[in-house]
């Protein structure tokens, strides 16, 4: 069980896992430093501190580091997406979920190469 609910076989067809780093999210002129609570190669989830309605596109970027031990290489991810839920966390912040709408096949790749390490072995 995690502090979002219980640990689950992934169904959908990009598993998304519950994992927090660093997110760069930027709408109507605005640009949030901000983390991750859950991501897939189609979407992420977070929290900004302004509220952005759902519809509104963003711009993404996020720094993956992919490897082990002294063998990390960093791929650098930046798309463009699409905010399709807000959720008004009262004092905090709102939660906001973000679809991936124009993302390469090969920036797709390596958000699948990175999430690919945290994902139970078949």
């Known amino acids: 069980m995690t502090r979002f609910g219980k ?3 992934e169904r ?9 780093m660093p ?3 930027a ?6 430093s901000t983390y991750t609570y859950n991501i897939s ?9 302004k509220y952005v309605p759902p519809f509104t596109k963003v711009m993404i970027k996020v720094v993956l580091p992919v490897g082990a031990g002294n063998k990390k290489n960093n791929y650098e991810v930046e798309c463009k997406g699409v905010i399709v839920r807000t959720e ?12 991936f709408n ?6 797709r790749r390596k958000i699948s190469k990175y999430l690919s390490q945290f994902l139970p072995k078949a």
């Open 27 to 32: 709408a109507n002129g605005y640009d949030f």
């Open 23 to 25: 997110l760069k999210v």
């Open 88 to 99: 008004d966390h009262q004092k905090e912040g709102f939660n906001i979920a973000i679809f």
């Open 12 to 20: 959908r067809l990009y598993p998304r896992i519950e994992h927090i």
């Open 41 to 49: 190669c189609v979407g992420a989830y977070c929290r900004i501190p």
């Open 102 to 107: 124009r993302i390469s096949d090969e920036q």
């Open 7 to 9: 640990v689950g076989k």
